[in-house]
């Protein structure tokens, strides 16, 4: 009442205050006193935000049925009788560092891949490479299938056998000219977002990186995987020279063509 101080009502048993000093006021107020009562409306209260309602079968189907209309490909969704739906995603690779994948094992066939074996178990040996850059795999999910559930089963498909955390889900965004980039939580469900954005990919698209969670634990890579980060690292300064060379050199071409432009004219 004096001072105006507010505070959420949770808090009211840890706010002390000493709003009146001795000989400023004729009674000393306790932190009682300064809390505002319950029904002002200067009391700061937490709203707890409401979360929206899973849409309904019908709502969904609607939804499949815009976005089908808009496929120019054969890659439609498809609801089932239970609310669930099915269809395809494109994830764009862009992995800087190496990955680690089984050796001497050849690619997975149809036939493993419907049995379910997993040849990555088949031998302890281990190599390392890095994927080409922006490279992209297509996905058949589901509705229910979450981000984790995602990065999983593309490592599977590469066989690649690093730890999933170290390894993030983004959705790129375009918005006036600029590309926005978002990690997505491992219990995002990549499918429904396809659907609440429609095929186009310049729309929303998704992207597979590394989990940047801090520093570098260098002391957690291999051999090989520390030798192909100096590859990697070596090719890049050699291109970054090459980019800055021909720019330089563009500029001494158009300087020396003006300069003998100006020649003969006067000052």
Same mark, same amino acid.
Request: glycine content about 4%.
């Given at each position: 009442?004096?001072?105006?101080?507010?505070?959420?009502?949770?808090?009211?048993?840890?706010?002390?205050?000493?709003?009146?000093?001795?000989?400023?006021?004729?009674?000393?107020?306790?932190?009682?006193?300064?809390?505002?009562?319950?029904?002002?409306?200067?009391?700061?209260?937490?709203?707890?935000?409401?979360?929206?309602?899973?849409?309904?079968?019908?709502?969904?189907?609607?939804?499949?049925?815009?976005?089908?209309?808009? *496929?120019?490909?054969?890659?439609?969704?498809?609801?089932?009788?239970?609310?669930?739906?099915?269809?395809?995603?494109?994830?764009?690779?862009?992995?800087?560092?190496?990955?680690?994948?089984?050796?001497?094992?050849?690619?997975?066939?149809?036939?493993?891949?419907?049995?379910?074996?997993?040849?990555?178990?088949?031998?302890?040996?281990?190599?390392?490479?890095?994927?080409?850059?922006?490279?992209?795999?297509?996905?058949?999910?589901?509705?229910?299938?979450? *981000?984790?559930? *995602?990065?999983?089963?593309?490592?599977?498909k590469f066989m690649v056998v690093d730890n999933p955390q170290k390894f993030a889900l983004?959705?790129?965004?375009?918005?006036?000219?600029?590309?926005?980039?978002?990690?997505?939580?491992?219990?995002?469900?990549?499918?429904?977002?396809?659907?609440?954005?429609?095929?186009?990919?310049? *729309?929303?698209?998704?992207?597979?990186?590394?989990?940047?969670?801090?520093?570098?634990?260098?002391?957690?890579?291999?051999?090989?995987?520390?030798?192909?980060?100096?590859?990697?690292?070596?090719?890049?300064?050699?291109?970054?020279?090459?980019?800055?060379?021909?720019?330089?050199?563009?500029?001494?071409?158009?300087?020396?063509?003006?300069?003998?432009?100006?020649r003969g004219k006067p000052g």
């Amino acid at each position: 009442a004096d001072c105006r101080y507010t505070c959420h009502q949770e808090c009211r048993s840890l706010i002390q205050l000493d709003c009146c000093r001795p000989g400023q006021c004729q009674s000393q107020l306790s932190p009682e006193c300064t809390l505002l009562p319950p029904c002002s409306q200067n009391v700061t209260r937490t709203v707890e935000e409401e979360k929206p309602k899973p849409p309904t079968i019908q709502e969904i189907k609607e939804k499949i049925g815009k976005y089908n209309a808009k *496929v120019t490909n054969c890659l439609l969704m498809k609801l089932n009788d239970d609310g669930t739906y099915t269809g395809f995603i494109k994830v764009h690779l862009k992995l800087r560092r190496p990955v680690t994948v089984p050796a001497g094992i050849r690619p997975q066939s149809i036939y493993d891949a419907l049995k379910e074996v997993n040849l990555a178990d088949m031998t302890d040996k281990r190599t390392s490479f890095y994927l080409p850059l922006d490279a992209i795999k297509q996905l058949h999910i589901s509705s229910t299938t979450t *981000v984790s559930e *995602v990065i999983q089963g593309l490592l599977k498909k590469f066989m690649v056998v690093d730890n999933p955390q170290k390894f993030a889900l983004f959705k790129e965004m375009r918005k006036d000219g600029q590309v926005l980039l978002q990690k997505l939580p491992l219990t995002e469900y990549p499918l429904y977002l396809r659907l609440l954005a429609g095929p186009d990919t310049d *729309v929303l698209s998704f992207v597979l990186k590394e989990n940047e969670t801090g520093e570098v634990e260098w002391d957690a890579f291999s051999i090989p995987e520390l030798q192909n980060f100096l590859m990697i690292l070596d090719k890049e300064e050699k291109d970054k020279i090459q980019q800055v060379q021909r720019k330089y050199e563009k500029f001494k071409q158009r300087l020396q063509q003006t300069l003998k432009e100006a020649r003969g004219k006067p000052g």
